[in-house]
């Protein structure tokens, strides 16, 4: 007979287990994405379909225009996927998912690298995934979801170096993953270069010196791989064309969103407000109950700041430029939610002294988690593939893409055809290219809300649509 151990650590474990099923698989295997998160499935799936290559990264068929406004590595990646699980729509879905697992292992071995104890690791976990950027990223499939994981990797392997701990390896991995946050998105994933330097700042066991020549030959070694790749003329020019794409006009870039410098510095204060809102709750829960308040200690503060300002470097240089998104602020959580842990993680010890001998409502809370669980596994698979975002659209597509299946080129009217949400959903799914205007393809569509379409070329054909009105060529 199997005899359970209830404990607080193995309830709030549960809470986390819990927390994530709901908050991120469940809705991440429905349908609906967010416009970017479709045009890199998009390009991922041009991979697997064989077109393109890594530095002339087909956007779309068959049009044959390339991209360029990020490095290749997160699509290359994601093609094995396809690869892995075929032309559905799950390739991107898994991806997403094994990198945000991947993430969440990262803090784990961060916090057991604190000298705390990986059964209370569910602390900095929960408080991560309370905060929207990290959930939208993962299930918009967005380059913030693979940046955080490589990112995260490079400061821990630096952390352990400057600590110590089998300094060549450690230094030899934290350039590995500080190398493929490059290849993913481009100077942004930079940031980790600065480790050896702040880790001086606060904990002063190390010379200056030897900070400043740790982070001295992370940026040396990343030039010298760097020069050597642009003698290939395939790779210097799509980093020419990345460039000219993206930085014309700095800090007014062609994707410029707001004229607010300080636009992400309040989106920053928004995302961090439910992991400090359960912290405060805690803090004075414990104060008001048993009327203590924990003192933090030297050590504490320390590693504290230490990711605050991990986080900081990670987020402020973002408000450099006019495009500004909140989802950008994705790979800086983990540094703000550490930083958090380490000075609230007392207070949750005291929370678990309250419940050891409350082991009846530890089972009837476990019970409910396992419930919960059970549920949101039961929920993925029945509801994996139903629509939830753009619903009407993308039924639409759907049907669409069905019966024209076969055709490459759609025609759509001048305003449909800046709806880059419908270009995208028709490209992921289908492969289907708009041209705008009647240019005389087989088909034309004519989003309802621009009124009635009338031409003597084409009769209107009813498919129950919704958001379109198709007209078929005669």
């Known amino acids: 007979m199997v005899k359970f151990n209830f404990s607080f650590n193995g309830t709030m474990w549960l809470l986390a287990i819990t927390a994530f099923i709901w908050l991120i698989v469940f809705p991440l295997f429905q349908l609906g994405m967010f416009t970017d998160g479709l045009l890199y499935a998009s390009i991922a799936r041009n991979f697997y379909l064989g077109q393109g290559s890594l530095w002339n990264i087909y956007s779309h068929e068959p049009t044959g225009i390339f991209f360029h406004e990020q490095p290749p590595l997160v699509f290359w990646m994601q093609s094995f996927f396809f690869t892995l699980l075929g032309d559905t729509i799950y390739p991107e879905r898994i991806y997403s998912l094994v990198l945000i697992l991947l993430s969440a292992i990262i803090i784990i071995k961060f916090w057991k690298e604190l000298n705390h104890e990986i059964k209370t690791a569910w602390l900095p976990v929960i408080l991560w995934l309370s905060i929207y950027s990290v959930r939208f990223s993962v299930i918009n499939n967005l380059i913030e979801n693979s940046l955080q994981f490589f990112d995260l990797a490079s400061v821990l392997f630096l952390f352990k170096a400057m600590r110590n701990k089998k300094v060549f390896l450690n230094l030899f991995l934290g350039f590995l993953f500080l190398f493929l946050a490059s290849l993913s998105k481009g100077i942004q994933g930079l940031f980790p270069t600065v ?247 087989s088909f034309y569509l004519h989003p309802k809300k621009e009124g009635e379409f009338n031409s003597p070329y084409y009769n209107k054909v009813n498919w129950g649509t919704e958001y379109f009105d198709v007209f078929e060529k005669k």
């Open 195 to 441: 480790v050896p330097v702040c880790y001086w700042l606060f904990f002063r066991n190390s010379s200056i010196i030897k900070s400043i020549a740790i982070t001295f030959f992370l940026l040396s070694a990343m030039f010298e791989i760097y020069f050597l790749m642009i003698q290939s003329p395939e790779i210097l020019e799509s980093y020419k064309v990345y460039f000219a794409s993206r930085f014309p006009g700095f800090p007014n870039t062609p994707h410029a969103n707001t004229a607010n410098r300080f636009y992400l510095f309040f989106e920053l204060l928004i995302e961090l407000l439910p992991p400090i809102i359960l912290s405060i709750a805690i803090f004075l829960f414990i104060k008001w109950k048993f009327r203590i308040v924990i003192p933090v200690t030297i050590e504490q503060k320390r590693i504290s700041f230490f990711f605050l300002l991990i986080g900081l470097i990670a987020s402020i240089p973002l408000m450099v430029s006019f495009e500004q998104r909140f989802f950008y602020l994705t790979t800086s959580m983990p540094y703000f939610v550490l930083a958090l842990s380490v000075l609230i993680e007392k207070y949750f010890y005291q929370l678990s002294i309250h419940f050891q001998n409350k082991i009846h409502l530890l089972k009837k809370i476990t019970f409910i988690l396992l419930i919960g669980i059970a549920l949101g596994f039961a929920g993925v698979f029945l509801f994996a593939g139903k629509i939830t975002r753009d619903k009407e659209m993308l039924n639409d597509v759907l049907k669409i893409g069905t019966r024209t299946k076969g055709e490459s080129l759609i025609d759509i009217s001048s305003d449909g055809w800046n709806n880059w949400t419908a270009h995208m959903y028709f490209r992921r799914y289908f492969n289907i290219e708009f041209v705008a205007g009647t240019s005389g393809h």
